[in-house]
C-alpha cells in the first residue's frame, strides 16, 4: 500500500522511459494528475484506452507520453484529432515538449491556415500529426497525405467533435486507417454516440475513469444568478468591478460574442473575442493576448471551450447558458485548472429552468443561487426554496474582498 501511495506522488513506476522521465523533471513536472496516473501504464503497453476525466486534468501528457515512446521504438505515426483549430495548436505545443527531444517532428492540419504550408511541413515526414476532422479529409482527398501507416490514433474532446457533427468526417478518416493500430479516446463525457465509436472501432478498451462523466473539475466554486435579461450587462459590470483577475465569458452566439465584446470595450475594459467568424490569426492574437494580460477578459463562443488553456483564469462567466449541457462542464473547466482553485458564475433567465435542470442532471447536483443587492430577485428560484440560496460571497456583509 505504501509504494502504491509513493508511485502515485510521482512519474517512476508508471512505465516511462528514463530519458521521458528526465525531461518531465525538467519542466517541474512532479507529480501525475489522476489521469495520467491511469492511463499512461495502459497506454504504453499498446492497448486501447477509453480516458474519462474533466478538463483541464493533463489529458494531454496522458495520451502524449505514451505516444512518443512507443513511437520511438516503432515504425508508424501518430495521429491526434482534435475538435477545433485552438486545441490543434494546444495539443501540438505540450508533444513538442517532449517529442522535439527524439527528433520527432509534428505537424497541424486546420482549417483557416494555409494548404500550402501544412503540405510542405507534411513532407518533412512529421512523426506526429494534429489535425481537425474537415482538413485532414481535404488533404486525403488531394493525396497531400497518407494515414495508411498511423500506428497510434488519439480521439481527443471526442464528445466535441460529435457535438460539433463531425461523425461523419470520422467515420470516413477510420476508413483510411490500418486495423493494425492503438486508438486511444479521450473525453469529458461519454454519450451514446462515443459508446458506439468504441465499439466500432476499438480491439477491447480499458476503461479509465476519474471522475463520472459529466462532473466538474475539482476545487470550482459554482453560482448561479437568475436575472431578466436586460439587466445582464449591468450585473456583469458590478461583477467585473468586484474581480480583479482574468474572466473567460462565455456567449452563445458569435454575434452575441462580437456584442458583448464591443460593449466591454466602450466600459473601458480590455477585451478580445474568439469565435468562429474570426480568422485563425485574429483568434490566435485574442488568445496570445490574453494568455499575456494585453486583454483582461476574453469573450468566446462553444468553439472555444475546449481549446483555451490558459492557466490562472480567475473567473469564468456563463453570461447565456450553453445549447447542451455537457458544454457546462467544458466552460467551467477553463478555470480550476490542474487543481488550482477556480470560479464559474452563471446567469439564467427566469424562463431557462429547463436549463438550469439539464445542467444539474449532469452534474449531480444542484447549482446555488445567489443574489446580488442591487438587483431584484427573479424567476424561478422560488420553486427551489429546497435549495439554500447563499448570497453572493462578494456581497455578505463585511466581505471586502478585492483581487
Not at 484506452?49 to 515512446?69: C, E, N, R, S, Y
Not at 516503432?74 to 483549430?85: A, F, H, M, S, W
Not at 483557416?112 to 513532407?123: D, E, P
Not at 480567475?314 to 449541457?325: M, Q
Request: avoid cysteine.
Amino acid at each position: 500500500m505504501n509504494q502504491l501511495n509513493q508511485n502515485n506522488n510521482t512519474f517512476y513506476g508508471l512505465g516511462i522511459a528514463p530519458k521521458i522521465l528526465d525531461l518531465l523533471e525538467q519542466m517541474k513536472f512532479k507529480t501525475p494528475t489522476p489521469i495520467q496516473f491511469k492511463a499512461i501504464p495502459v497506454a504504453i503497453e499498446g492497448k486501447d484506452v477509453i480516458g474519462v476525466a474533466q478538463t483541464g486534468t493533463g489529458k494531454t501528457l496522458a495520451f502524449g507520453i505514451p505516444m512518443i515512446q512507443r513511437l520511438a521504438s516503432i515504425q508508424g505515426r501518430g495521429l491526434v484529432l482534435v475538435p477545433t483549430r485552438e486545441l490543434a495548436l494546444q495539443v501540438e505545443e505540450a508533444i513538442n515538449k517532449v517529442g522535439s527531444s527524439f527528433g520527432m517532428r509534428t505537424a497541424v492540419i486546420i482549417g483557416g491556415a494555409s494548404m500550402h504550408i501544412q503540405i510542405q511541413a507534411l513532407r518533412r515526414n512529421p512523426r506526429v500529426i494534429i489535425a481537425t476532422p474537415g482538413r485532414l479529409i481535404d488533404h486525403l482527398g488531394q493525396s497531400t497525405l497518407r494515414i495508411d501507416d498511423v500506428k497510434i490514433l488519439v480521439l481527443d474532446e471526442a464528445d466535441r467533435m460529435l457535438d460539433m457533427g463531425f461523425a461523419p468526417q470520422i467515420d470516413r478518416i477510420m476508413r483510411y486507417l490500418s486495423p493494425d493500430r492503438q486508438t486511444m479516446l479521450f473525453s469529458a463525457t461519454i454519450p451514446e454516440k462515443i459508446v458506439r465509436i468504441a465499439a466500432a472501432h476499438m480491439k477491447l478498451p480499458v476503461n479509465v475513469e476519474v471522475a463520472p462523466s459529466g462532473t466538474a473539475a475539482e476545487h470550482i466554486l459554482q453560482e448561479l444568478f437568475i436575472i431578466k435579461k436586460e439587466e445582464k450587462a449591468q450585473l456583469l459590470g458590478k461583477l467585473l468591478d468586484q474581480y480583479r483577475g482574468t474572466v473567460l465569458l462565455f456567449s452563445r452566439t458569435k454575434r452575441g460574442a462580437s456584442r458583448i465584446a464591443r460593449g466591454l470595450r466602450s466600459m473601458g475594459y480590455s477585451a478580445a473575442e474568439i469565435h468562429s467568424d474570426r480568422s485563425l490569426a485574429q483568434r490566435r492574437e485574442a488568445l496570445e493576448g490574453f494568455k499575456a494580460g494585453k486583454y483582461r477578459i476574453l469573450v468566446a463562443t462553444d468553439i472555444a471551450a475546449r481549446g483555451i488553456d490558459v492557466k490562472g483564469i480567475e473567473l469564468v462567466i456563463n453570461y447565456d447558458l450553453p445549447d447542451d449541457a455537457e458544454n457546462y462542464v467544458h466552460r467551467i473547466g477553463r478555470t480550476a485548472r490542474a487543481g488550482h482553485e477556480g470560479h464559474a458564475i452563471s446567469f439564467a433567465t427566469p424562463d431557462q429552468r429547463a436549463e438550469v435542470g439539464s445542467i444539474e442532471k449532469l452534474m449531480r447536483s444542484p447549482l446555488p443561487i445567489a443574489k446580488h443587492p442591487e438587483f431584484q430577485s427573479a424567476g424561478f428560484e422560488v420553486s427551489r426554496t429546497h435549495h439554500q440560496p447563499p448570497r453572493h460571497r462578494l456581497f455578505q456583509q463585511g466581505s471586502r474582498r478585492r483581487r
